[in-house]
C-alpha cells in the first residue's frame, strides 16, 4: 500500500471489488462515447459486454489486482500478470516480465494523477518480484492520447498490432 500527495491508498484487489471495477469500466464506455471515442471500446457497457463479468472475476481472483482508493472509496483499479492475455496477437517476452493487463480510473476524479499512481505501483511490484520488464498495451487509434500517456508515464512504444480492426500498441518499462 502507499499514498501519493492526493491521498491515493493503493491496496490488493479482491473478488468484492469487481462491481466497483465494472461500474469503472462502465463510466469509462459513457466517458469515451461522450467525447467521440467509440472505436476503443464500442458503445455497450463493459459489463453488460458478453464475459465482461466473468473477466473483471477473473482478474480478481486469477490475477495481481490492485484497487486505487480515495478515503476509502475505489477510484482506480490495476491488474497485473506474467503476460499479456492469450486472445491478444501479442508475443510473451523472451525474459521474465509483469504485464498491465487493466488499467481503468474513475473519471469522476480526473487529473488526481490516479492512474500514474498506479503505474508507479506497478513498476514497484514488478522491481519487488525481481523482474525488470514491465509492459501493457493499449488502443492506439484516435490521436494517439493513450500511447502518450504511458510515455508520459516512463513507457517506450515497441510494437504496434491489429486485433480485428483495432489499432492497438504494445509499450515497455524497464524497472531495474
Known sequence: MNDTTYGIRIR???LADTQAVLDMLDS???WMNDR??????????????????ARVERYMT?????????????VG???????PSPQMPIAPAEEPERYVRLL??????????????LLAHAAEETR?????????DCWAGGGGELVAF??????????RFLSESWPGQVLSRRVG
Open 12 to 14: 490488493p484487489g479482491i
Open 28 to 30: 469509462a464506455v459513457v
Open 36 to 53: 467521440g471515442n467509440i472505436e476503443q471500446w464500442g458503445t455497450t457497457p463493459y459489463s453488460q459486454k458478453p464475459g465482461g463479468v
Open 62 to 74: 486469477e490475477n495481481s489486482p490492485y484497487i486505487a482508493e480515495l478515503g476509502g472509496t475505489p
Open 77 to 83: 483499479a490495476l491488474v497485473l500478470d506474467s503476460g
Open 104 to 117: 481503468v480510473s474513475d473519471r469522476r476524479h480526473a487529473g488526481l494523477g490516479i492512474g500514474a499512481a
Open 128 to 136: 519487488r518480484a525481481g523482474v525488470e520488464l514491465l509492459r501493457v
Open 150 to 159: 504511458y510515455e508520459r508515464n516512463g513507457f517506450t512504444p515497441t510494437d
